[in-house]
């Protein structure tokens, strides 16, 4: 009963606005009142959440994504992903797929990709003729293949929480985000080809081979961070650092367009983002700790060993679980409080911790495109200046190729693990 009043209270706080992360505090600090231990031990627990040297990547990573924004890498990446795709049929929506990809390597951010490099596409688009709905639908779309390719905050996190390798799921993303990529270009294709939209001309070799030699420093960053990691010269979170000073030093040497003041805007953004969800993994560590002491994820493990006998039907009921919460709730808190109590049931059922990891953080990525709650339906709506109503309805059809993505990652591990594989 005291479970149910705690969960009902925190979603009401939710349905009134109040930020996720302050709505767990504050439910969670009335159950330590009334159970009588004390608010000073609840302080206690939130610090013990925050206090995690794998956790330091996540605001690097969120630093390194705005440097890269800020120093106007994106427009060199763009340039280049135009220049080898732009002629192809579907042109500009295939360049869109193609430099989230590109930028995916370097940000590690869903919302970081259709933040800095939608403005910028979706006006590239609406210049060339492309209607605002397939625009909108297909920046929000492919920033999804942000946290699937190396560097992932969302794979650190949940490496952290999980106790994965971390470096083992930035290997293991790479095939399903590539994956993500192609599926999304043959829907572009098919789409374009039926309304006729626009192509560029094709560019000749020399200006391809121009463009590619500037972008190469960029592109080289996903190299840099795992082959650091797996050579062993540094870890996961010391990679995020050495992304951070790779970021300054490219622009530097070679792009020379970052200013202190643009330096100055991304160290006070990335502050004010990793803020927020500083907030909600004490929160969320507050939160899990009242329901561990309810006894919440074993009442869970046994629902789930109820209705599912065997892996694959385990996995099935994960997805289609995440899938519809996905659609309510920020994916950031399903990650911190709903798969905690998941991956003890995984392991039961011998799954793979770096397969579930991937399944995970691909069905998380599907739930930042699924109105009503969709955060890179609002972050795209805002800076290509779409009707969030329009936007959200245009997008239905753009979630069947993850989900084809995601159905075959779940029947063959190893798309998931045969990089790790290789790589042990």
Known sequence: MVLLCVVVGWLLLVLLNIPIGIGMIFVSMGYFYYSGLGLTFATQRMVDGLNSFPMLAVPLFILAAAILNSAGITHHLFGFARALVGHVTGGLGHVN??????????????????????KMEIEAMREAGYDDEFSGSITAAS???????????????????????????????????????????????????????????????????????????????????????????????????????????????????????????????????????????????????????????????NLFLAIADDKLTFLIAVNLMIFVLGAFIESLVILLVVVPILVPVALGFGVDPVHFGIIVVLNLMISI????????????????????????????????????????????PILATGLPSLMR
Do not use: H
């Open 369 to 412: 495109l699924t109105p009503p709650m969709g955060m890179a339906l609002f972050v795209v709506a805002q800076v290509g200046d779409i009707p969030y109503q329009r936007l959200a309805k245009a997008i239905l059809p753009w979630l069947l190729p993850p989900i084809i993505v995601l159905v075959l990652v779940c029947t063959f």
């Open 143 to 301: 920033s999804m293949i942000g946290p699937l390719v190396p560097p992932s905050i969302t794979m650190v996190l949940y490496g952290v929480i999980s106790n994965t390798s971390i470096g083992q799921l930035f290997l293991g993303g790479i095939v399903p985000g590539v994956m993500c990529a192609g599926a999304l270009m043959c829907m572009v294709y098919f789409v374009a080809r039926k309304r006729e939209y626009p192509t560029d001309t094709i560019k000749p070799a020399g200006e391809i081979a121009g463009m590619f030699i500037k972008s190469l420093p960029a592109l080289l960053t996903p190299v840099v961070i795992v082959g650091g990691i797996f050579s062993g010269y540094f870890s996961p979170t010391e990679a995020a650092a050495i992304t951070v000073l790779y970021a300054i030093l490219i622009d530097l040497l070679f792009y020379r367009e970052l200013t202190f003041r643009r330096l100055w805007d991304a160290i006070y953004d990335t502050v004010v983002t990793s803020s927020a969800i500083a907030t909600i993994i004490a929160g969320v560590g507050l939160l899990g700790w009242v329901l561990a002491r309810e006894q919440a994820p074993q009442q869970i493990a």
């Open 97 to 118: 797929v193609l430099a989230s990809l590109f930028f995916s390597g370097m940000s590690g951010s869903a919302i970081a990709d259709a933040g800095g490099l939608g």
